[in-house]
């Protein structure tokens, strides 16, 4: 059986993954760092194109060889990407904070729990992260976001349209800024300058949106870093005395019948919020029998994420579509709830749309249009302004919100695969109705600041931005890990990224998720130069 050793094994090569790397490999360089990784490494940057072409012409997946058909059984997962780069190879690149309110929900408000940390210290390293990830951005216009350092690059300038709609927007007495998003404007940290493809969601080709395959691609070329990829962790193994672990046992998917063995003075799980619980769920053994870092009983639970409700508006102000309709305007002024008030809280974002506005060849009533009764339809269509908005609102996770093994769903070596059902707290559920009231009568009163009409509003039957299954907390018989991602339970294995988060706040949390990880990578550093952690012969 091959075995491996390390100072560092990260299991998952997401951008948590990514980030923590590269931060431990600048604050004790020589480090032995290996990260493993279920899927492949896509690293041909030059096929991206290609894909992105085809898949806006026939519907194809833009990245080919990203899903793991062993693991494709798991249930209740909004996106089943698993390759270097994780999910953070088909995010848009929004970067958002949250605000000091969703650190302190019980304190302020009664509700959910607050977290192991407040804003204050982790505003630092939202700062820290914005810089890694070089996001652009434009200051909030509310106070209560004071920042202590800018935007490492100003926002993108607005299109005519968007200037259009946040000049009418704010007429109804709400203040938008530019959506910051990590996406170069010019090359930066190996990575190309936007081209405006507008396809951000899905594949970036100059790699001008962030993407965490680049940083492992630069780590390994600079030795920094060992990545096996296409390698899938299986469970850890505790030392036969103490309550650290000393192994982590994997296959490769070329080499299914072969065992391989990770060895490490620390494991750090970057599987994010599905495969980080589930790996310690199937890591049950007897004198853990409910899984590793499971005393509290919390490990897979008070999974979590925002509801969202979005709009579609006509306005009476000209608008000419097309001009990067990925980008758009963002406002904070809800984040906050007056304590004396009932609770809501929600962004607030605002896009162009090109909806009914494009040319057809049949009326409403099915005749055929051609030439000039095609072009009048169109003109009389296209007259005015098309507004997309969304609100993402806040929303908290009941203990029986979980990860739990489903033994009906095998991969091939027989491991029970994750099922996710999210569930909200009875709190959230009660005012859940006034919160999607109040949002549409914000949607409501923007359009109307400019004569327009809400024409409808649907709900997405999912949960965003998916986080949770091992809470962080100060307390141990009520939380799985600390605040830096330390697992109460085992001295040297640590859970980075958006498993942690108590709760997911009411914006994309993908910022958070780095901003935590580098406090983490932080400490780590720390009891490895300090010789705190478990000493390398105990592996």
Not at 380 to 389: I, M, P, Q, W, Y
Request: with cysteine; hydrophobic share 35%.
């Amino acid at each position: 059986m091959p075995v491996f050793e390390a100072d560092v094994c990260v299991i998952g090569a997401g951008i948590s993954s990514a980030i923590l790397a590269e931060k431990l490999s600048e604050l004790r360089p020589g480090l032995a760092i290996t990260v493993v990784e279920a899927g492949s490494a896509l690293f041909d940057v030059a096929s991206r194109v290609r894909a992105r072409q085809r898949a806006l012409d026939y519907g194809e997946n833009p990245w080919p060889g990203d899903l793991l058909e062993d693991q494709a059984g798991a249930e209740g997962l909004t996106a089943l990407t698993m390759a270097v780069g994780g999910l953070a190879l088909r995010w848009g690149g929004a970067c958002n904070r949250f605000s000091a309110e969703d650190f302190r929900l019980k304190s302020m408000y009664g509700l959910a729990e607050d977290w192991a940390l407040s804003y204050e210290d982790l505003e630092p390293y939202y700062g820290e992260a914005e810089r890694r990830l070089n996001v652009f951005g434009d200051p909030s216009p509310y106070p209560e976001d004071a920042r202590s350092q800018p935007y490492p690059v100003p926002a993108l300038r607005l299109s005519y349209n968007l200037q259009q709609l946040k000049g009418i927007a704010e007429r109804s007495g709400t203040l938008f800024a530019p959506l910051p998003m990590a996406h170069n404007l010019k090359p930066f940290g190996g990575r190309g300058a936007c081209c405006v493809f507008d396809t951000c969601g899905e594949v970036c080709p100059s790699g001008a949106r962030y993407s965490p395959d680049f940083t492992f691609k630069q780590l390994m070329a600079a030795g920094k870093i060992t990545l096996h990829d296409r390698t899938l962790v299986k469970r850890l193994i505790l030392d036969d005395q103490r309550a650290t672990i000393v192994a982590a046992q994997a296959v490769h998917r070329d080499r299914p019948e072969q065992a391989v063995e990770y060895r490490a003075r620390y494991f750090v799980l970057a599987g994010g919020h599905a495969w980080s619980p589930h790996l310690l769920l199937l890591s049950a053994c007897s004198r853990f029998p409910d899984g590793l870092a499971n005393r509290s009983g919390l490990v897979g639970c008070y999974m979590n994420g925002h509801k969202f409700l979005q709009g579609q508006a006509t306005i009476d102000t000209q608008l000419y579509p097309g001009q990067y309709q990925s980008y758009s305007l963002i406002s904070r002024r809800f984040f906050r709830s007056a304590p004396d008030r009932p609770f809501v809280r929600h962004d607030t974002r605002v896009w162009e749309s090109a909806a009914g506005r494009g040319p057809r060849l049949r009326d409403a009533a099915g005749k055929i249009l051609l030439g000039d009764r095609l072009l009048d339809d169109w003109r009389k269509r296209a007259a005015g302004g098309s507004v997309r908005l969304r609100a993402y609102y806040d929303v908290h996770p009941s203990k029986d919100s979980r990860l739990t093994l489903n033994p009906a769903a095998r991969n091939r070596w027989g491991d029970p695969l994750p099922r996710i059902e999210h569930r909200i707290d009875e709190p959230t559920l009660a005012r859940e109705a006034a919160t999607k009231a109040h949002i549409v009568e914000v949607f409501t009163s923007l359009v109307e600041a400019d004569h327009g009409k809400l024409l409808g509003t649907s709900e997405g039957g999912y949960l965003d931005h998916p986080a949770g299954g091992c809470r962080m907390g100060n307390d141990p018989t009520t939380s799985v890990c600390d605040s830096v991602g330390r697992t109460h339970d085992h001295e040297n294995l640590f859970v980075v990224g958006s498993p942690t988060m108590p709760t997911a706040g009411c914006t994309n949390g993908t910022l958070t998720f780095v901003a935590l990880t580098l406090r983490s990578a932080e400490r780590i550093a720390q009891e490895l130069g300090g010789g705190r952690g478990p000493k390398a012969e105990a592996a």
